[in-house]
């Protein structure tokens, strides 16, 4: 059974800073690429940042200087560290484990957390 477990989501002022964390269980984690999307009220889920099983990484040009992801293969875990966090960053945040064979085939297995909420206000 793929379980995708996040954490470490809350309420923050504007500013500060969060760190959120995906465990992962079920599936041979190093070989994912892990993604963080996110779903505000209202909008359409949108992918926030993305590590793939090389490590290369890819962030939406909104939090680009602000959010840092990472993985340790040996814990199963994925991490997105925000900083200076603002109100827009309001929203539910998805861990996601996507693996195809390579960068131009469909995907073949995709996974989904339960998400997290992180609210930014004063």
């Known amino acids: 059974q793929v379980r995708l477990v996040e954490s470490g989501g809350g309420l923050v002022q504007p500013g500060g800073s969060l760190r959120l964390s995906c465990a992962a269980s079920?599936?041979?984690?190093?070989?994912?690429?892990m993604g963080w999307y996110r779903q505000a009220p209202g909008k359409a889920r949108e992918l926030v940042a993305r590590?793939?099983?090389?490590?290369?990484?890819n962030y939406v040009d909104s939090v680009k200087g602000r959010f840092t992801i990472s993985r340790d293969n040996a814990k199963n875990t994925v991490y997105l560290q925000m900083n200076n966090l603002k109100p827009e960053d309001t929203a539910v945040y998805y861990c996601n484990a996507n693996w195809a064979p390579n960068s131009f085939a469909p995907s073949v297995y995709d996974y989904w957390g339960q998400g997290t909420q992180v609210t930014v206000s004063s």
């Open positions: 590590i793939t099983r090389g490590s290369s990484i």
């Open positions: 079920g599936i041979s984690f190093s070989i994912y690429t």
